[in-house]
């Protein structure tokens, strides 16, 4: 098969990062370096602690420390180690702790659905798990589960263990919605990591003198370079409060008290903010000067936002936007666009690809030249192992790359197309996923769930956009008998996250098909209009 190399420069993203190492190599390398720089800020109370810095030295010695606790488990490489905890002190020193000692770490969200949580312990095999606080949570785990705010599991050793794990073994696993009803394990390995923390550095170069705001809650992807890129290079960490990352309020007092200079948003909560700086005038303004960069991912940014940016907060302080985009299958982000300042921008590319990353626009093996839309599939570096003990789905969605033989290639359902400058332009969705504030949503585990309540028969989960900022699940039903909505509600929250319950249930006599019998959603009242409960 004949492609143009030149269109979409393979060869052009291939560089040198340090594929030979694992992530905690290079943070000890820091900690020799910097052992009294600044690691890690935190307020938050209740800390067995108490204060709210802690250098890398310290960092280091209570992660080396943990490690030690739980390499008495006899753990081995590519383990897995959940991890549920609040933004806090014992957060970051469980997750490095899981990696010295070689594991893979899964969080977990303390607030999540249980059913949902005890899932993905039993689905994953999670060797240990690691809490907060045990009385804080509702798991049902036959494994040990250690308190990370527990002071005996700091009389360990604390200096460095010894390295037994290997590049291509696992650092994290992170669960997303599942279209079957389930979520899905994603893999991630550690040369993966590495090359999009490398890249990012290479790019958007941070110094000892950097704080990185960490504000993503820890069981979505986009967290891990918050997590991780500071402690690569001698910077700084700081975490906002827990469960504050929707106040615009806090977020700014943050940035001013510990003076932020990197942060991340999705487009649609970056709008949010920005109107809030907008609303407050110059007095807020004077709260983000030490801003240098800010990111935006999880869903599609618009014009509009760019120039609202430009207009309201590049043009004052000099900061920079840009746009990343990627899966969770592909370790974070794999493309990348420098949002101009300028003010005729008409159109928001999701970018290039980032190092060691090819890719595809295909129908089917086809490679498809640019303008024409088709299916974005993504080879090289970034490319996870698969989906943890799904061997069909990962077959299905992992691909041998019919461009690049002896390369796997993940197909990501998104349509998208190749502009004749080599940006990629974001289209769309080939099925039914969504995103909502950057919360990756399959309906069809919603309306699984859904229909494992008696005594419903049928179940369609829609979701519309009423505005920037209403979009709303709906879910349209039919039963058997009638059913309250309290407890149909009370029942999905043991399943689901909260973002993921319908915010209407509409009940209908049946589901309208098309004449091949498939669902016609066109055909689904409209929810806004309909005033009937169940």
Known sequence: MRYSQTKYNFDKTLVDYPKNLTIQELFEKQVTKYPDNCAVICDTEGSIFLKNTMSYKELNSRANQVADYLRSFNVNPDDIIGISADRSFAMIIGIWGIIKAGCAYL?????????????????????????????????????????????????????????????????????????????????????????????????????????????TPFYFDVSVWELLWWSLHGASMCLLPPHTEKFPSVITHTVDKYRVSILHFVPSMLNVFMEYIENRGEYEIEKITSLKHVFASGEPLLPHHVQYFNKLIRNRTGTRLTNLYGPTEATIDVTYFECPSNPGIDKVPIGKPIDNTRLFITKGKKLLPAGEAGELCIAGEPV??????????????????????????????????????????????????????????????????????????????????????VILINAYIVCSAEIKVQDLRAYLANYLPDYMIPANFIVLDEIPLTPIGKVDRKALPEALMIHQSL
């Open 384 to 469: 996870a192992r698969g989906y943890l003990n799904n061997k069909k789905l990962t077959a299905e969605k992992f691909v041998d790359c019919p461009f690049m033989p002896g390369e796997k290639m993940y197909r990501t359902g998104d349509i998208a197309r190749l502009l004749p400058d080599g940006n990629i332009e974001y289209l769309g969705r080939e099925d039914l996923q969504v995103k909502i504030r950057g919360l990756r949503i399959e309906p069809g585990e919603i309306e699984a769930v859904i229909r494992n309540f008696a005594p419903i028969k049928a179940s369609v989960v829609d979701v519309r956009k009423y505005s920037e900022t």
């Open 107 to 215: 969080p977990l969200d303390p607030r999540g659905p249980s059913e949902r949580t005890n899932f993905m312990l039993l689905d994953s095999k999670a060797k240990l798990l690691l809490v907060q606080n045990k009385n804080d949570h509702d798991i049902n785990f036959s494994g040990p589960v250690i308190e990370l705010e527990d002071p005996d599991i700091y009389n360990g050793k604390d200096e460095n263990p010894l390295i037994v794990n290997k590049p291509r073994n696992l650092a994290y696993v992170i669960y997303t919605s599942g279209s079957t009803g389930k979520p899905k394990g994603v893999m991630i390995e550690h040369h993966s990591l590495l090359n999009r923390l490398s890249w990012m550095q290479k790019k958007f170069p941070i110094r000892q003198t950097d704080v990185i705001l960490q504000k």
